[in-house]
Antibody, heavy 117, light 110 residues
Framework: EVQLVESGGGLVQTGGSLRLSCAAS????????MHWVRQAPGKGLVWVSH????????RYADSVKGRFTISRDNAQNTLYLQMSTLRAEDTAVYYC??????????WGQGIVVSVSS | QSALTQPRSVSGSPGQSVTISCTGT?????????VSWYQQHPGTAPKVMIY???KRPSGVPDRFSGSKSGNTASLTISGLQAEDEADYYC??????????FGGGTKLTVL
């Protein structure tokens, strides 16, 4: 069974850092592009970041560029999102998703990140 | 990276059909056939209902269909059922390895 499980969320102070992880299983992780998508409380889905299969290409939404870093460890079947200089507006549920044909089609259950002063 | 435009809400009675629109630009929806639709019930992760504009994943009822004309994609749900009540989001590839979602539409089954 294809599965994505996020971890590493929690409460962090404004200006702090947090690293999210997404453990993949049930498929060959190393051949798939991956995404992070977030959803602020009561709001819609927002694409955050993308990484290609070998980690050599990354892209970011303007709102997180320069503060967030996406990476992956194909040997450990794990996707990461390093978040720094966190702001209140980064408070959201963060989902990792597997890409298929230029679309995020398989999603994890999400992890909550709360940024508070 | 402006969000795609969706109606905030739509509604229909059981058995009826509803259509949710998703309007973008020639740089996203109009430029690629990489449009997907997601259903999200409260407190749960999004579930893909349509991909590649009009394809249905295994297990999604054929009551759900997708189409695109120009810069606007559409999701049609026919034979509405109570369990279809949820939030629906469109997503499009926007070029240069970036993606954009719609603002979401709340479907109410009357």
């Amino acid at each position: 069974e294809v599965q994505l499980v996020e971890s590493g969320g929690g409460l962090v102070q404004t200006g702090g850092s947090l690293r999210l992880s997404c453990a993949a299983s049930g498929f060959t992780f190393s051949v798939y592009w991956m995404h992070w998508v977030r959803q602020a409380p009561g709001k819609g889905l927002v694409w955050v970041s993308h990484i290609n299969s070998d980690g050599t290409r990354t892209r970011y939404a303007d709102s997180v560029k320069g503060r967030f870093t996406i990476s992956r460890d194909n040997a450990q079947n794990t996707l990461y999102l390093q978040m720094s200089t966190l702001r209140a507006e980064d408070t959201a549920v963060y989902y990792c998703a597997r890409d298929q044909g230029f679309q995020p089609l398989i999603w994890g259950q999400g992890i909550v990140v709360s940024v508070s002063s | 990276q402006s969000a795609l435009t969706q109606p905030r809400s739509v509604s229909g009675s059981p058995g009826q059909s509803v259509t949710i629109s998703c309007t973008g630009t020639s740089s996203d929806v109009g430029g690629y056939n990489y449009v997907s639709w997601y259903q999200q019930h409260p407190g749960t992760a999004p579930k893909v209902m349509i991909y590649d504009v009009s394809k249905r994943p295994s297990g999604v009822p054929d009551r759900f269909s997708g189409s695109k004309s120009g810069n606007t994609a559409s999701l049609t749900i026919s034979g509405l059922q109570a369990e279809d009540e949820a939030d629906y989001y469109c997503c499009s590839y926007a070029g240069s390895y970036t993606w954009v979602f719609g603002g979401g539409t709340k479907l109410t089954v009357l």
